[in-house]
């Protein structure tokens, strides 16, 4: 990829800059674009010290001007680039007798390119934390690795010690049984007793010595536990609870596993030495020996050791989900739920032998007003390799439902903490029982706090709340956290939004749009690090002049983006989150029909809509807006093909698609041609029984917004899309309109469904004013009302007083695309709907 189509991929604030660098004429943008590859491969840099080299790339320059020139002439929809590139060699012909100096301008901007994108990498590194944590994260498992290596060195040194202490103490009680039946003189007893004595030092030394290594593998043991339990678990934790609210975290445990195995399989190690050393004591003891003082307190450090590993790898792998859900961690009652366990020391012999059960609330009885629940399904199972991808122990409970557990009278209750339904926090448990080698401990996890509705319209609450939690609470057993939940900075609050927007369309926020916001909740300021956001601002208090709340605005324009939006989304098309006065000022800066897409501020669930600009003959530029598309829109035609296919009323009701470029300057056919769908009648969903094109057809400053020229304060209502359709006056935004005359047919007035259901043209047809599904089917009482009220109207007018009416209409009845249009309408409902209208010598068989 070419320098120059990176600078075209940036975002809106950084292709702002490169665009901005090119206002000028010493380097036109067009000869950059058309000459890319060639440009960034020639040594400008050398060509600017250097005059011969200077003069060798001039030449080549205007050759290759010469070479595009050429290819322009050639194409029919050139002529403008024809023009523009004579001009520029005629400008740079003023180079002529110091090349070098138009070297050393394409090396500045070639350089000032570069600049713009290492700034845009670094940006979006820091955005999406790709700077240091990766390093860090890297540099720590990379420690964790030497160290638990280090560790398993020292067990099979110390493998070999033992053996070696058996071996000498084996020798020691061998030559002290022979001496004690050997009959010899005194000089060669006491010369034994001397070669025992020091035989016996040995031995103590080396006890002593294997003790004290057993000491420092604990220590060394205590703080790799430490560091796995303190800090890589609780890492994995945090990762596992951003991700469950969209962040693109690693939550794989396959790491986890292979560290906690191998640290516990070293501790059983140790403990087996320790036995060993029992063994040995049982054989043979002697004063002062050091094994009966010193074992036992490093026995219990073996087992509190073992333990905390054992109790910490017991955790839950997926938190517990509907199928059909927001997302996880919300559950309805009496709808199944999945959720998995998995136990990270994996050994095969502990294979389907553990039994996992599971239950909720173990904690809540003692909390008043609290809702209670029975888990009914399958609540108990065995840890077991099978249902694993990668072998680990887990438990997969895939069809749990819970029920609500009457208590006295029922219901809800009064609660002592006044939290609605949806601020109610649950936990979801697990117990287990660990008994391997001598070992007996029991094992208990619980789920991140889950929120259990009632009834799906319940869900956008429940998922706000799912947000908030994940957000600010890393204590999954806080399940008073909604009783005074703390606000959240906007760091954090901007992250986690990202994060929904990502999960819904490939994309999570950037700075443009995140400022945008910040605007829109605190006003303009110089920095946004010391202001926050409490939880009755974002999920309870409805926003200024709205009847909805700042998620449910947000959550609506998420499901449009996730229903609709995606791929615009994730390619950068939709700039989505701009003010009306920072479009003015975006826009009117560019040519002519430039336009951009941006989501309403006004629609409750979600709503999209463009805005373009076009200059008047006295070169003002003026902002048009269209009233937003919502889901029922999309639904039925899809948002490139509405761009496609849209139209607005000029001068003698001619219909001109005013979207010529994408901000900043992306044709339009460029940037959404590989979304055009070129199906034909019978092929279109939306279209099953017609072979049409639907159009959005306008009379200027009719169905759009002429943005005036005043300053407009960037959160003043002004700024709001209209709350509806009929509240819009003339200057609000309103979904383009079906002209009063149709510029298909001559001065005639026609119903627009009617008109996409008889005409069957190749070119284009108008379209209504909202995109309510075609019917399959046209009743005969169909055609009578519109052929009645609008048909004869426009059949009088288009025919002239010497027409055969009867014998037009028989060619019209005998018309295929008409009678494919009217599958249930016979030719006699139309005459007899004609001879109503005074024609009563219609013939009633066509």
């Given at each position: 990829?070419?320098?120059w189509?990176r600078?075209?991929?940036?975002d809106?604030?950084?292709?702002?800059?490169?665009?901005?660098?090119?206002?000028?004429?010493?380097?036109?943008?067009?000869v950059?674009?058309?000459?890319?590859?060639?440009?960034?491969?020639?040594?400008?840099?050398?060509?600017?010290?250097?005059?011969?080299q200077?003069?060798?790339?001039?030449?080549?320059?205007?050759e290759?001007l010469?070479?595009?020139?050429?290819?322009?002439?050639?194409?029919?929809?050139?002529?403008?680039?024809?023009?523009?590139?004579?001009?520029?060699?005629?400008?740079?012909?003023?180079?002529?007798?110091?090349?070098y100096?138009l070297?050393?301008?394409?090396?500045?901007?070639?350089?000032?390119?570069?600049?713009?994108?290492?700034?845009?990498?670094?940006?979006?590194?820091?955005?999406?934390?790709q700077?240091?944590?990766?390093?860090?994260?890297?540099e720590?498992?990379?420690?964790m690795?030497?160290?638990?290596?280090?560790?398993?060195i020292?067990?099979?040194?110390?493998?070999?010690?033992?053996?070696?202490?058996?071996?000498?103490q084996?020798?020691?009680?061998?030559?002290?049984?022979?001496?004690?039946?050997?009959s010899?003189?005194?000089?060669?007893?006491?010369?034994?007793?001397?070669?025992?004595?020091?035989?016996?030092?040995?031995?103590?030394?080396?006890?002593?010595?294997?003790?004290?290594?057993?000491?420092?593998?604990?220590?060394?043991?205590?703080c790799?536990?430490?560091?796995?339990?303190?800090?890589?678990?609780v890492d994995?934790?945090?990762?596992?609870?951003?991700?469950?609210?969209?962040?693109?975290d690693d939550?794989?445990?396959e790491?986890?596993?292979?560290?906690f195995?191998?640290?516990?399989?070293?501790?059983?190690?140790?403990q087996?030495?320790?036995?060993?050393?029992?063994?040995?004591?049982g054989?043979?003891?002697y004063?002062?020996?050091?094994?009966?003082?010193?074992?036992?307190?490093?026995?219990?450090?073996?087992?509190?050791?073992?333990?905390?590993?054992?109790?910490?790898?017991?955790?839950?792998e997926?938190?517990?989900?509907?199928?059909?859900?927001?997302?996880?961690?919300?559950?309805?009652?009496?709808?199944?739920?999945?959720?998995?366990?998995?136990?990270?020391?994996?050994?095969?012999?502990?294979n389907h032998?553990?039994?996992?059960?599971?239950s909720?609330?173990?904690?809540?009885?003692?909390?008043?007003?609290?809702?209670?629940?029975?888990v009914?399904?399958?609540?108990?199972?065995?840890?077991?390799?099978?249902e694993?991808t990668?072998?680990?122990?887990?438990?997969?409970?895939?069809?749990?439902?819970?029920?609500?557990?009457?208590?006295?009278g029922?219901?809800k209750g009064?609660?002592?903490l006044?939290?609605?339904?949806?601020?109610?926090?649950?936990?979801?448990?697990?117990?287990?029982?660990?008994?391997?080698?001598?070992?007996?401990?029991?094992?208990?996890?619980?789920?991140?706090?889950?929120?259990?509705?009632?009834?799906?319209?319940q869900?956008?609450?429940?998922?706000?709340?799912?947000?908030?939690?994940?957000?600010?609470?890393?204590?999954?057993?806080?399940?008073?956290f909604?009783e005074?939940?703390?606000?959240a900075?906007?760091?954090?609050?901007?992250?986690?939004l990202?994060?929904?927007?990502?999960?819904?369309g490939?994309?999570g926020?950037?700075?443009?749009?995140?400022?945008?916001?910040?605007?829109?909740?605190?006003?303009?300021?110089?920095?946004?690090?010391?202001?926050?956001?409490?939880?009755?601002?974002?999920?309870?208090?409805?926003?200024p002049?709205?009847?909805?709340?700042?998620?449910?605005?947000?959550?609506?324009?998420?499901?449009?983006?996730?229903?609709?939006?995606?791929?615009?989304?994730?390619d950068?098309?939709?700039?989505?989150?701009?003010?009306k006065?920072?479009?003015?000022?975006?826009l009117?800066?560019?040519?002519?029909?430039?336009?951009?897409?941006?989501?309403?501020?006004?629609?409750?669930?979600?709503?999209?809509?463009?805005?373009?600009?076009?200059?008047?003959?006295?070169?003002?530029?003026?902002v048009?807006?269209?009233?937003?598309?919502?889901?029922t829109?999309?639904k039925?035609?899809?948002l490139?093909?509405?761009?496609?296919?849209f139209?607005?009323?000029?001068a003698?009701n001619v219909?001109?698609?005013?979207?010529?470029?994408?901000y900043?300057?992306?044709?339009?056919?460029?940037?959404?041609?590989?979304?055009?769908?070129?199906?034909?009648?019978?092929?279109?969903?939306?279209?099953k029984?017609?072979?049409?094109?639907?159009?959005?057809?306008?009379?200027?400053?009719?169905?759009?917004?002429?943005?005036?020229?005043?300053?407009?304060?960037?959160?003043?209502p002004?700024?709001?899309?209209?709350?509806?359709?009929?509240?819009?006056?003339d200057?609000?935004?309103?979904?383009?309109?079906?002209?009063?005359?149709?510029?298909?047919?001559?001065?005639?007035?026609?119903?627009?469904?009617?008109?996409?259901?008889?005409?069957?043209?190749?070119?284009?047809s108008?379209?209504?004013?909202?995109?309510?599904?075609p019917?399959?089917?046209?009743?005969?009482?169909f055609?009578q009302?519109?052929?009645?009220?609008?048909?004869?109207?426009?059949?009088?007018?288009?025919?002239?007083?010497?027409?055969d009416v009867?014998h037009t209409?028989?060619?019209?009845?005998?018309?295929?695309?008409?009678?494919?249009?009217?599958?249930?309408?016979?030719?006699e409902?139309?005459i007899?709907?004609?001879?109503?209208?005074g024609?009563?010598?219609?013939?009633?068989?066509?």
């Amino acid at each position: 990829m070419t320098q120059w189509e990176r600078l075209q991929q940036l975002d809106t604030v950084y292709s702002q800059r490169a665009f901005d660098l090119y206002n000028g004429d010493e380097f036109p943008m067009e000869v950059r674009h058309f000459l890319a590859s060639w440009i960034e491969t020639q040594d400008w840099e050398r060509a600017s010290r250097d005059s011969s080299q200077a003069a060798f790339l001039f030449q080549v320059l205007l050759e290759n001007l010469d070479n595009q020139f050429s290819r322009f002439a050639q194409e029919k929809d050139s002529f403008l680039l024809q023009r523009n590139f004579r001009r520029y060699k005629q400008n740079f012909q003023k180079y002529q007798e110091e090349p070098y100096t138009l070297a050393a301008i394409i090396n500045w901007f070639l350089v000032k390119e570069k600049e713009i994108l290492n700034d845009a990498e670094l940006a979006q590194q820091v955005q999406m934390l790709q700077v240091q944590p990766p390093t860090m994260e890297l540099e720590s498992q990379r420690q964790m690795e030497k160290k638990i290596k280090e560790l398993k060195i020292k067990v099979e040194v110390m493998e070999h010690s033992i053996r070696s202490l058996e071996e000498q103490q084996d020798e020691f009680d061998f030559k002290f049984q022979t001496h004690k039946m050997d009959s010899c003189t005194k000089e060669e007893k006491n010369k034994q007793i001397e070669g025992l004595q020091k035989m016996l030092n040995t031995l103590d030394k080396c006890r002593k010595n294997f003790l004290s290594d057993i000491t420092a593998m604990l220590d060394a043991a205590d703080c790799l536990s430490s560091v796995l339990i303190d800090e890589e678990l609780v890492d994995w934790k945090r990762r596992q609870q951003k991700s469950c609210i969209g962040a693109p975290d690693d939550t794989s445990l396959e790491q986890l596993e292979k560290w906690f195995t191998q640290i516990v399989e070293c501790m059983f190690q140790l403990q087996k030495f320790l036995q060993k050393l029992d063994e040995l004591l049982g054989k043979m003891s002697y004063a002062n020996d050091p094994i009966p003082v010193l074992k036992p307190p490093l026995k219990i450090r073996v087992d509190t050791l073992l333990t905390n590993l054992i109790k910490s790898s017991f955790v839950v792998e997926t938190q517990p989900s509907m199928p059909q859900g927001r997302g996880p961690l919300v559950l309805r009652t009496s709808v199944q739920f999945s959720v998995k366990v998995r136990f990270l020391y994996k050994v095969p012999e502990l294979n389907h032998v553990m039994k996992v059960s599971v239950s909720i609330d173990n904690t809540i009885s003692q909390m008043k007003g609290f809702r209670r629940f029975n888990v009914l399904g399958t609540s108990s199972k065995a840890l077991n390799m099978a249902e694993s991808t990668n072998g680990g122990m887990v438990a997969d409970f895939r069809h749990l439902t819970l029920k609500d557990q009457k208590v006295g009278g029922g219901g809800k209750g009064i609660n002592d903490l006044s939290l609605s339904v949806t601020e109610e926090l649950h936990n979801i448990n697990f117990q287990t029982q660990f008994d391997y080698q001598g070992l007996s401990v029991s094992l208990e996890t619980s789920s991140l706090p889950v929120v259990v509705i009632s009834n799906s319209s319940q869900q956008q609450s429940a998922w706000a709340s799912v947000l908030w939690f994940n957000m600010l609470c890393s204590d999954p057993k806080n399940i008073k956290f909604f009783e005074g939940s703390p606000p959240a900075s906007w760091a954090q609050f901007g992250e986690m939004l990202s994060w929904q927007f990502l999960s819904s369309g490939k994309r999570g926020l950037d700075n443009d749009q995140l400022e945008t916001l910040a605007i829109k909740l605190f006003g303009k300021q110089q920095s946004y690090d010391n202001c926050t956001i409490p939880w009755a601002k974002f999920s309870k208090e409805n926003l200024p002049d709205t009847n909805f709340t700042l998620w449910v605005w947000l959550d609506g324009i998420l499901n449009l983006v996730k229903g609709y939006l995606s791929d615009l989304w994730s390619d950068g098309s939709i700039m989505g989150f701009v003010s009306k006065g920072k479009e003015r000022v975006l826009l009117k800066k560019k040519q002519n029909g430039t336009f951009l897409l941006r989501f309403s501020e006004s629609i409750k669930d979600g709503g999209i809509t463009f805005s373009w600009v076009q200059y008047s003959n006295d070169g003002n530029p003026s902002v048009q807006t269209v009233k937003p598309f919502i889901s029922t829109d999309l639904k039925q035609i899809a948002l490139p093909e509405i761009i496609c296919n849209f139209r607005i009323m000029v001068a003698e009701n001619v219909p001109v698609n005013p979207l010529c470029y994408l901000y900043p300057n992306t044709p339009k056919d460029q940037a959404f041609g590989k979304y055009y769908s070129e199906k034909t009648g019978e092929e279109n969903p939306y279209l099953k029984y017609l072979k049409t094109k639907l159009v959005f057809v306008s009379k200027d400053r009719n169905g759009c917004t002429s943005v005036g020229e005043g300053p407009v304060s960037d959160l003043s209502p002004q700024d709001r899309d209209p709350p509806s359709f009929s509240e819009a006056g003339d200057d609000d935004d309103i979904l383009l309109q079906w002209p009063e005359k149709s510029p298909m047919l001559s001065s005639s007035t026609i119903d627009p469904f009617l008109l996409n259901s008889i005409l069957d043209i190749d070119g284009e047809s108008t379209s209504q004013d909202s995109f309510s599904q075609p019917a399959p089917h046209i009743s005969s009482s169909f055609f009578q009302q519109t052929i009645l009220e609008s048909g004869m109207d426009i059949l009088k007018e288009a025919l002239s007083p010497d027409t055969d009416v009867h014998h037009t209409l028989q060619e019209f009845l005998n018309s295929q695309n008409v009678l494919n249009s009217m599958e249930h309408s016979t030719p006699e409902d139309i005459i007899h709907c004609f001879q109503d209208l005074g024609y009563p010598n219609m013939p009633l068989t066509p």
